[in-house]
């Protein structure tokens, strides 16, 4: 789906996934689940493009409904995968520590797995190579991301930054829509490791220049990122 120049998003708002498209390839930030490959390819075709157009992968973090198909484009096209080094190894194996089980709601906890499922969640496909990158690199790849660090929902949780976009896409740092509970609007992902880590690294988007914050999970969010991030701390509180 086309949501503005240059600024794709494949499926829904439950697990999202999103390309920044260039005249010199593709960047997709985030990789959703195993089954969004599917959805990529169909994609990339109505672009006119394919899977060998896409440059690189990004990951807002490490976590399985982040990672989905990145290892089979790096395996099966040679696309790099970019990770912030605190979440390589998260991104390589699942390792993390544990997390307090969120408040939930039966309908959309079973939707959530129930749509994980469908999309091939279970065996998680880790990546088996990564490309470490670090607060402020600006990655070669289309849309020349940036990294901003934003730990707290993981120890390597980032944003990305591209101005040709128009966008910031903020993973888990923040959501629009709680996959276990169904609220809407802005506020806390759950499932975060430090949660008043995350709420202090919403200061980290304080001046971006973006008309969108695109989160994981969730509906696009068109809107300046201060405001953004103030209405999660309320939200929060």
């Not at 198909?69 to 990770?83: I, K, M, N, S």
């Not at 990546?127 to 707290?152: C, F, R």
């Not at 929902?153 to 128009?166: C, F, P, Q, R, T």
Request: proline share 7%; no cysteine; net charge negative.
């Amino acid at each position: 789906m086309k949501l503005a120049p240059h600024l794709h998003r494949i499926g829904n708002d439950i697990v999202a996934v999103y390309l920044i498209v260039t005249d010199d390839g593709v960047t997709v930030v985030d990789a959703g689940l195993p089954g969004h490959y599917g959805d990529l390819v169909r994609e990339l075709k109505t672009l006119g493009l394919t899977p060998g157009d896409v440059k690189g992968v990004v990951l807002t973090h490490g976590d399985s409904d982040h990672i989905g198909f990145a290892e089979r484009l790096r395996r099966d096209h040679g696309v790099p995968v970019y990770v912030h080094e605190a979440d390589a190894v998260r991104a390589r194996t699942g390792e993390k520590g544990k997390v307090e089980m969120p408040p939930m709601k039966l309908g959309p906890t079973l939707g959530f797995f129930g749509y994980a499922l469908r999309k091939r969640a279970m065996p998680t496909k880790y990546v088996s190579e990564v490309v470490e990158v670090h607060d402020g690199d600006v990655l070669d790849l289309p849309g020349s991301p940036v990294i901003i660090g934003m730990p707290g929902h993981s120890a390597g949780s980032i944003a990305v930054y591209s101005e040709l976009a128009d966008a910031v896409f903020v993973g888990d740092a923040l959501t629009t829509r709680h996959v276990l509970t169904g609220r809407t609007g802005l506020q806390p992902a759950p499932f975060t490791d430090e949660p008043a880590e995350a709420l202090e690294s919403l200061e980290r988007l304080a001046g971006v220049k973006a008309s969108w914050v695109l989160p994981g999970h969730g509906t696009p969010w068109q809107g300046s990122p201060d405001d953004v991030a103030a209405e999660v701390r309320r939200a929060a509180a």
